[in-house]
C-alpha cells in the first residue's frame, strides 16, 4: 500500500504527495470510521427502552451541603396520602421548565407566606416509549400507585400542599418537625429548654424537665424532681396559712364587735328604763 510513500516536488515548485499514499490514507481513515461506528452499535442495546412519568423530575440530585424534602405519596383514584417524608443531603433538581396546566406544589411557611411552587403533571399518567427497529410507546392513566417529589428544604416552612388540575387540595404534609425557628421568641412544637433555650424558657411546658432551681416550677418535671416545685408548694402553703389566720381574725374582730355593739344597746336601754 506504501511502498512509494515519498513526496515529489512539482513543476510548479510545490512539493505533491504520491498518489500510491494518497490512497493508503483513505483506506486507513475508513477503516478506522467503520471500527468505530461498529463499537457504538454493539455498545447500544437492541430495543433499549426509555420510561418515564409524566410531570415527574429525573431521579437525580446535586450532592452538596443543600438539603430538600423527598416526599413520597400514594394515590388510589383521587385519595392521597402521605407514604412518607425525610429530610436529604442533597440539592433539590433545578425546575426551569414546568407544565402551564396540571398539579400544583407549595411549599408554605409558618406565617402562611408560599415560599416555593411548582407545576408538575398528573402523576396518574404513566407514559413510556421504546426504541428499537420500531417504536413503540404511550401514556395510559393509574387507578393507583405512588410517585416521589425532591423539593428545596426551606428553615420557616411548616406545610407542602398538592392542588390537582382542579385547583383543589388534595394533600397537606406537616413538615413543620423539620423547621429551624430557634430565634423567634416562639417556643414551637419541636423545640425545648435544651434544643432552643432562648425561645422555651425554663418552667414552661416543653416536654422537657430541666431541673433548673430557678424559682419556676417545671410542669413537665415529676413530683419531687425539680426543687422549685417543693419551694413553691410551700409557698402555696404559706399564703393560704396567713390567709386563714386574716379569716380568723377577721371573724374573731367581727364577734368582738358584735358583741360589744350588743352590751352597749342593752346598756342604752337600761338607762332609759331608769329615767
Known amino acids: 500500500m506504501f511502498d512509494r510513500c515519498i513526496f ?127 417504536a413503540s410507546g404511550g401514556c395510559t392513566a393509574k387507578e393507583s400507585g405512588e410517585f416521589s417529589l425532591q423539593l428545596p428544604y426551606f428553615k420557616t416552612a411548616k406545610l407542602i400542599s398538592i392542588y390537582d388540575q382542579n385547583d383543589k387540595m388534595v394533600l397537606a404534609a406537616d413538615v413543620s418537625s423539620f423547621a429551624q425557628l430557634c430565634g423567634d421568641n416562639i417556643c414551637q412544637e419541636n423545640e425545648n429548654a435544651l434544643t432552643c433555650p432562648q425561645d422555651c424558657k425554663s418552667g414552661i411546658k416543653d416536654g422537657i424537665c430541666d431541673r433548673q432551681i430557678d424559682g419556676v416550677c417545671d410542669p413537665d418535671c415529676a413530683k419531687g424532681a425539680d426543687p422549685d416545685c417543693a419551694a413553691t408548694a410551700n409557698y402555696y402553703y404559706y399564703v393560704a396559712a396567713i390567709a386563714v389566720l386574716i379569716l380568723l381574725a377577721g ?20 338607762d332609759e328604763e331608769q329615767n
Request: with cysteine.
Open 251 to 270: 371573724l374573731a374582730g367581727y364577734l368582738i364587735w358584735r358583741k360589744n355593739n350588743k352590751n352597749g344597746e342593752r346598756a342604752e336601754g337600761d
Open 8 to 134: 515529489e516536488k512539482g513543476g510548479s515548485g510545490e512539493w505533491l504527495i504520491d498518489a500510491n499514499y494518497k490512497t493508503g490514507a483513505r483506506k486507513v481513515v475508513t477503516i478506522f470510521l467503520g471500527f468505530l461506528v461498529a463499537v457504538a452499535v454493539i455498545a447500544a442495546p437492541a430495543g433499549s427502552k426509555a420510561s418515564f412519568q409524566a410531570g415527574k423530575s429525573p431521579n437525580f440530585s446535586a450532592a452538596g451541603q443543600a438539603e430538600s424534602y423527598l416526599l413520597s405519596v400514594d394515590y388510589n383514584k383521587d385519595n392521597y396520602t402521605v407514604q412518607g417524608i425525610t429530610l436529604i443531603k442533597a440539592q433539590a433538581p433545578d425546575q426551569n421548565s414546568q407544565v402551564e396546566k396540571g398539579f400544583r406544589c407549595e411549599i408554605v411557611s409558618v406565617n402562611d407566606e408560599i415560599l416555593y411552587s411548582l407545576n408538575f403533571g398528573a402523576p396518574n399518567i404513566q407514559c413510556s416509549d421504546t426504541f428499537g427497529k420500531e
